[in-house]
């Protein structure tokens, strides 16, 4: 039984740490926060210096053909210091798509330049509030061309390219597509969302040029395989934010005095920590076993993803709402930390899909292996 | 990371898998126990076959993996007894006899007891030959087991126990127990308290059967008048039980038993088997949601029990975070057994084995499974443990900790 990281994936977290303690401060994630930049740029350069944008790339495209087990790694560094960087769009997102269903030419294109961090990536899906489905979709691709409008785009605003989910190839069917963001027919605006600290736009597409990423017509089953990778790396900066948040509340319980007492000994507060521990734990055993399945490219990915998504989404909710509770009337206010687990708690518990639905796809998928 | 034995671990396994296709019957059903399948004269006819099977394992030498050689053992790291556990629970073996007295007697009694004890007692423990049991709570002492009255008075080379303990599994077929009583009421409560181990055939014990609400009885109550201990068999210091107490419940979490119940599957199965008014359960949303929940729990306790394994192997060791398996796996067991019944809608109460799905097991579960969260530690208790212990806080603020235990306050109940 080997269920744990390596040493040397242990002495990456702990090199990551360090680098993300200095570089992603509480006081650089909150200049993104209050509107200095998009992102931090600086941060992001600093992240392709120490090769992390090529972490699971092939070396034939110039990543450093580590594999996702260190990604997860360094998702999990990355959720705990709330990094304000597009590293989940490009890499998770933009980065896997290519190498799920981009063709040679297509990752030899794009691929490099994401690891030099010469390009950033997103993935353009939602359209406005409310779950996308085949039903619903009005991005569409004709003769080359897309049209529509996708809102909200992670990253989409500071973007050089997208992965576009577009309706094609008859009822019901879609495409993904590659599109140059800095092409004719695209106008993209910045949205406000709940995380300022990670930056979304509304793209409107006229008619610019998209080419086919994958096959025709496969744009949903794509979807869905790149979305379950991405679950799985998603889920390691979920855990990273929910320990992180369990540990600032555990920190101010202890140095809190009320009623003559350290709070931290109240059995309220105590139980409670117990609580958001578990939570963590229980996210944490499912995520490695996402992470495993991610790693080998196992048939259990699609029910370990699920899993390890919901698990993640709910810890880290729970973490960052029961951290802002046991920090009293601090806890909301703009200068603690706090809100910022809270806003990105919801974030990343929405942006690849809701919990709600993820569980209902998790028993699907339980009940397609038990068929 | 990978899901493999290592060459010796894998070794092993086969070994005892061997072993136990030789030696032992194969369950006919997930929820079959031994004592289901013996259940004569309550449990003694079980008990004698239970022995024997016993014997056979120790001779094996399967009985105390990680015990010194000397003592039978095999001197192998923990990582081994999960290894043959997991094996064994694939077969029909004795749960509940031997456990008590291995787990948390014996090596109470290798840190504490004399030479010439270990030699008397431990070969006998191990073959099953004589089994033990635990007098640790009392009716006024559960989850704060140092507030217990029982009282120890030293006569001449003796000791006079009078008082009474309960939740004492087996006391009804154990031929000796360990036992933690008040020596001194004046002193503080942590203080006072005095080990021993003696005869369960010693005049003045009392056995008698508690009867759960699920009808079954696993629990005793053990009434102690004017009974008599040589003062030989103390053990630790007078006034330090407490200590010893504490070696005994550190090996608590390694001994407690496996006893299944409908899990994740079962409901699983059942929601994809019932109808309801719009349709399969299976389909309905809400039910949905709820299997998921039962799902991501049922697996985070499975795969982190494999995190516990990782470290077992490598030699190091799993801290407290072990708590959290019981902690979330015995309310889930009641949530489980609740919602199962509520998809069965009006139906949902008939206990008619030949009638409930599953022969009734979820009705069953809904009246064992509230004991799950009390014993060995309620879920109260256990979030206490993992706040102070893994997560570093404070312990509660104590009333009783300084005063003389005889002018602590008490309740009616």
């Not at chain 2, 004890?117 to 033990?132: C, H, N, S, T």
């Not at chain 2, 005869?199 to 008698?208: A, L, Q, V």
């Not at chain 2, 053990?235 to 090996?251: D, F, H, K, P, S």
């Not at chain 2, 109460?349 to 009638?355: A, G, P």
Request: a neutral charge; proline letters at 5%.
């Amino acid at each position: 039984m080997n269920f744990d990281f390596s040493a040397d994936q242990k002495s990456l977290r702990e090199q990551a740490r360090k680098f993300l303690g200095e570089q992603a401060s509480s006081a650089r994630v909150r200049r993104i926060l209050e509107g200095a930049a998009p992102y931090d740029a600086e941060l992001w350069r600093g992240m392709g210096e120490m090769g992390w944008l090529g972490t699971a790339i092939p070396e034939p495209y110039g990543g450093a053909g580590f594999g996702h087990l260190e990604l997860c790694v360094l998702a999990e560094e990355m959720g705990r210091s709330l990094a304000p960087t597009p590293f989940s769009s490009t890499i998770y997102l933009a980065g896997e798509a290519l190498l799920l269903a981009g063709s040679d030419a297509q990752k030899k294109r794009w691929l490099p330049r994401i690891t030099q961090g010469a390009a950033i990536g997103c993935f353009a899906m939602a359209e406005g509030p409310q779950v996308a489905t085949p039903g619903n979709l009005t991005a569409r691709v004709e003769g080359g061309h897309l049209t529509g409008t996708k809102m909200p785009v992670l990253d989409g605003d500071v973007a050089d390219f997208a992965v576009v989910l577009a309706a094609d190839g008859g009822a019901g069917r879609a495409g993904l597509f590659l599109v140059d963001l800095n092409a004719p027919g695209v106008t993209r605006t910045t949205v406000a969302t709940v995380d300022p600290t990670r930056s979304h736009a509304r793209i409107v597409f006229e008619r610019a040029a998209a080419e086919p990423l994958g096959a025709t017509g496969q744009g949903w089953p794509l979807a869905e395989r790149l979305l379950d990778r991405a679950a799985v790396l998603v889920a390691f900066e979920q855990l990273g934010g929910a320990q992180a948040s369990l540990e600032m509340a555990r920190e101010y319980a202890l140095g809190r005095f009320a009623f003559g007492r350290q709070i931290a000994s109240f059995q309220a507060i105590k139980h409670k920590l117990a609580d958001m521990y578990v939570a963590v734990e229980l996210a944490r055993s499912n995520g490695y076993y996402g992470a495993w399945a991610l790693s080998t490219d196992a048939p259990e990915l699609p029910v370990a993803a699920a899993a390890a998504r919901v698990a993640a989404c709910e810890a880290y909710y729970q973490a960052a709402k029961e951290n802002i509770q046991i920090h009293g009337g601090m806890g909301f206010t703009w200068e603690f930390d706090c809100h910022l687990h809270y806003r990105r708690a919801k974030l990343t518990g929405l942006m690849l899909g809701s919990a709600r639905r993820w569980k209902d796809l998790l028993v699907a998928r339980l009940e397609a292996g038990a068929a | 990371m990978d899901f493999n034995d290592t060459q010796e671990e894998a070794e092993f396994r086969q070994e005892a898998r061997q072993w136990l296709g030789k030696h032992a019957e194969p369950k006919s059903g997930a929820f079959e126990t031994w004592q289901s399948r013996y259940p004569a004269r309550e449990g003694w006819d079980g008990l004698e076959r239970a022995k024997a099977f016993q014997a056979r394992k120790a001779d094996a030498g399967f009985a105390a993996l990680h015990w010194p050689a000397e003592w039978g053992g095999r001197a192998l790291p923990p990582i081994y007894q999960v290894i043959y556990a997991q094996e064994e629970t694939k077969f029909l073996v004795p749960r509940g006899y031997f456990e008590i007295g291995l787990g948390m007697c014996m090596p109470t009694l290798f840190a504490y007891g004399t030479e010439s004890q270990k030699r008397r007692y431990a070969p006998a423990a191990l073959r099953g030959d004589e089994v033990w049991c635990q007098l640790f709570s009392e009716p006024g002492a559960g989850s704060d087991l140092a507030g217990l009255r029982t009282r120890a008075q030293r006569d001449g080379d003796d000791w006079v126990i009078n008082g009474q303990k309960i939740w004492t599994s087996g006391a009804h077929w154990a031929d000796w127990a360990i036992l933690v009583a008040r020596s001194d009421p004046k002193a503080a409560k942590h203080k006072g308290l005095t080990f021993f181990f003696h005869s369960m055939k010693s005049p003045g014990i009392e056995t008698r059967r508690i009867k759960q609400i699920s009808g079954a009885s696993h629990f005793n109550e053990v009434y102690f008048t004017d009974v008599r201990i040589p003062d030989s068999q103390r053990l630790g210091a007078v006034g330090a039980g407490w200590g010893v107490a504490i070696t005994t419940l550190m090996n608590e979490r390694l001994t407690s038993g496996d006893l299944r119940g409908p899990d994740f599957e079962e409901i699983f199965g059942l929601a994809r088997s019932t109808m309801l008014e719009d349709g399969p359960a299976i389909a309905n949303a809400a039910v949905r949601d709820r299997l998921a929940d039962l799902y991501v729990k049922t697996q985070g306790v499975r795969l982190t029990r494999f995190r516990t394994m990782t470290a077992l192997s490598r030699g190091e060791t799993p801290g407290p975070e072990n708590s959290i398996g019981k902690l979330v796996n015995a309310p889930k067991a009641q949530e489980i057994a609740s919602f199962a019944m509520d998809l069965l809608d009006m139906g949902g109460i008939v206990m008619d084995k030949d009638v409930a799905p599953l022969r009734a097991a979820f009705q069953e579960s809904l009246l064992t499974s509230p004991g799950g969260r009390i014993a060995a530690g309620t879920d109260e208790i256990l979030r206490n443990i993992i706040a102070e212990r893994v997560l570093g806080l404070p312990q509660d603020v104590r009333v009783d900790r300084d005063l003389p235990f005889d002018q602590l306050p008490t309740g009616t109940r």
